[in-house]
Structures are given as structure tokens and as C-alpha cells.
């Protein structure tokens, strides 16, 4: 069997076999509950400037029912879904030596890219999980320039979220361009939300943070992290916001966002799709009331390597500390489907060589 950065065939029988959870098709989950599959596959062998990652755990994301759906195909299947990977350097392929024999890095979304500033937007970008195979599986490789050394602080658990939820959240805070004492909104408080809002705590200590969730359960899970307010979608905060921050794949979210800013605010999109079972409710936008006074509207796309490696010092100092829930492997499938069903505490992760 042949490796090519990850991706693999079924053409000749495997060799120093692993386990890893394949997506073979898309659909909606609706559909097909058991959208991924468990095979054994060849252990990949790092290529010149790779390294392989013997998988601890495997942070579950939203992206990956934005794979399954279709909604951001991967350009071949089958595929190892899987972005916010933490392991161990298991070997090193020819001029790898940015790390040794064991020591502990992550991998996020970003599988490779130009390496520039704007590499998140470069048409060079390969996402892990998507592009090459990812972190559902025992093994992976990826360019040693896009693996991270994970501060000691965190466990696995811990630090598998931190690499795509906490990176990517970390992105769209710095978009917010929030000042100390500025009031900042979160709006879907999920794998993404708690940990920005320890870390807009942490960054700007003298800025009120309100929090936007459908569910109770993640209002009262907010307000026991530190938030000075907690509301359904449609409700209003205390005073109109400097910048709120949607992590949420709906529309309504985004009218009662704008709704919110006050003149001049900032709303930072955070998320790789809207899904288009609100979206008539946009038809009722207004310019006066959500548009006018000079308010903005950014969009965060992917994050690149400069993000992930700032964020990671700054998760340890604070200290973030990101609450898990923990899945073997083998039950992928239904990590997926809680996921999809709201059923979110924090961030969940799938157990592979614990």
C-alpha cells in the first residue's frame, strides 16, 4: 500500500494494521445515523519532513457533521475525519527535527498551507480531517511545521479542544478587536464558547460578557464560568454590545446579534456554514435597525498556524480549562449524533491509545 500525506487505498492488505474510523459517503445524519465506519487500516509512514503521531484522544467537532452532510465535502473519500488531535511523536520521517521520540503535540484543522500570514485564506490550504486523513484513527502524519508541543498543564482530555474550539475561538476574539471594559456577547455556548469566554475574561478583565443560548442548561453552565449575563437568543443584554461573537450554524442568531450591537459594534461570524432551515428569517432584515450606525460584519475562515501557536501559552496561563466528555473510539457515531442533537456540555473527545 502506497501513503500520500495521509490519504490511503484498499488495494493491497494492510501491514502493521491500525483502527480507524472512516467516512466512506456523505448524507445527512438524519439519514444514516452510522455515518462512519470501523476499519483496519496500514499504519502510514511519515514522509521528508513529517512526523507520526501515535493518537492519545481526538476532540469531536462541529466541522465534522459539516463533512458528513456535505456541506464541506472532502475531495476524496474514504477519509479519517478528526482535527483537534493530541498524541505522541511515535517516528520521524527524513529532516524532521523540530521534535524527538515521544514527546506530546497537537494538531488542529490546519494540515498544511503556504505558511504566510493569510495561509487560513490561501488556495495552498489542506485541512486535517478533510483534505488528508485525520485523528479518528491510532495513527497520523502531518508536516512537523503544523504539529504543536502541548503545554504540560493539560491532560490529553483537556488539551484535544484547545486545538481547533480554543484556536479558532482564540482567531475570532482577536476579529472582535475588543477593548478592556468593553461589553463582548457570545452567542451558542458550546465546545467553542466556553473557552472564549475564560479567555476574554483572562485578555480583557474589566469587560462584561453576556451570553446568548437556547438551552438553560448552557445559560446556567455560562454563568458559572463568570458571565455578567446569560439570555435566550432573542433576548436583550443589559446595554447594547461592543462585539458579540456567533458560533452558532443558524440564521436567527445572526438578526438578534445585530440587533444587539450598539453603533460601531463588531459581529465576528464564527463558523464554517449556516444551515438553511432559518434562513427566510434574513428576509426581514433592517437596515436602520441591524445594519445602519457603521456596524460590522466579519467572517472567521479556518486558522492558521500563528493562531494555534499563540494560543496555546496563553490557554496555560490563564489557565483555560476546557470541560470534556469522553467517548471510546468505536463510538464515534454517537459522539456525532449527541452533537448534532444539542446534547453539549463543554466539548466531547473520543479515546483512542488511552
Request: a negative charge; glycine letters at 10%; charged letters at 25%.
Amino acid at each position: 500500500m502506497r501513503h500520500s500525506e495521509g490519504r490511503f487505498s484498499f488495494s493491497l492488505p494492510a501491514v502493521c494494521a491500525m483502527k480507524a474510523m472512516i467516512l466512506s459517503t456523505t448524507a445527512p445524519l438524519a439519514e444514516n445515523r452510522q455515518p462512519l465506519r470501523l476499519v483496519e487500516l496500514e499504519t502510514p509512514e511519515p514522509a521528508e519532513g513529517q512526523v507520526l503521531i501515535k493518537v492519545s484522544v481526538c476532540g469531536v467537532c462541529h466541522t465534522e457533521l459539516d463533512e458528513i452532510e456535505g456541506r464541506t465535502t472532502p475531495p476524496s473519500l474514504p477519509v479519517v475525519p478528526g482535527h483537534e488531535v493530541i498524541g505522541r511523536i511515535a517516528a520521524l520521517g527524513k529532516n524532521a527535527a523540530r521534535f524527538r521520540k515521544g514527546e506530546r503535540v497537537g494538531v488542529g484543522w490546519i494540515y498544511s498551507s503556504s505558511g504566510e500570514a493569510d495561509e487560513n485564506l490561501s488556495p495552498e490550504f489542506r485541512a486535517t480531517g478533510r483534505d488528508a486523513n485525520g485523528g479518528y484513527a491510532e495513527y497520523m502524519v502531518v508536516g512537523e511545521h503544523y504539529a504543536y508541543p502541548i503545554p504540560k498543564l493539560f491532560s490529553d482530555e483537556e488539551a484535544a479542544p484547545l486545538l481547533c474550539a480554543g484556536s479558532v475561538g482564540y482567531r475570532a476574539l482577536k476579529l472582535a478587536r475588543l477593548a478592556n471594559g468593553e461589553w463582548l456577547g457570545l452567542t451558542g455556548f458550546g465546545g467553542s464558547g466556553h473557552l472564549v469566554l475564560q479567555m476574554a475574561k483572562h485578555l480583557y478583565p474589566d469587560s462584561r460578557i453576556c451570553v446568548f443560548a437556547r438551552s438553560g442548561k448552557e445559560r446556567d453552565f455560562a454563568m458559572g464560568l463568570g458571565a455578567a449575563w446569560s439570555g435566550d437568543t432573542g433576548d436583550s443584554p443589559p446595554e447594547p454590545l461592543h462585539a458579540i461573537i456567533d458560533t452558532t450554524p443558524a440564521w436567527r442568531p445572526v438578526l438578534e446579534a445585530l440587533r444587539n450591537l450598539r453603533p460601531g459594534g463588531r459581529l465576528v461570524i464564527n463558523a464554517i456554514r449556516k444551515e438553511a432551515g432559518d434562513r427566510e428569517l434574513m428576509a426581514g432584515i433592517s437596515y436602520e435597525k441591524h445594519l445602519w450606525l457603521e456596524k460590522e460584519i466579519k467572517t472567521v475562515a479556518n486558522v492558521t498556524s500563528h493562531d494555534i501557536a499563540e494560543f496555546l501559552p496563553i490557554a496555560a496561563e490563564i489557565p483555560i480549562r476546557p470541560t470534556v466528555e469522553s467517548y471510546p473510539l468505536e463510538a464515534a457515531n454517537k459522539a456525532l449524533n449527541d452533537l448534532q442533537a444539542g446534547h453539549v456540555h463543554g466539548a466531547k473527545v473520543l479515546l483512542v491509545n488511552v
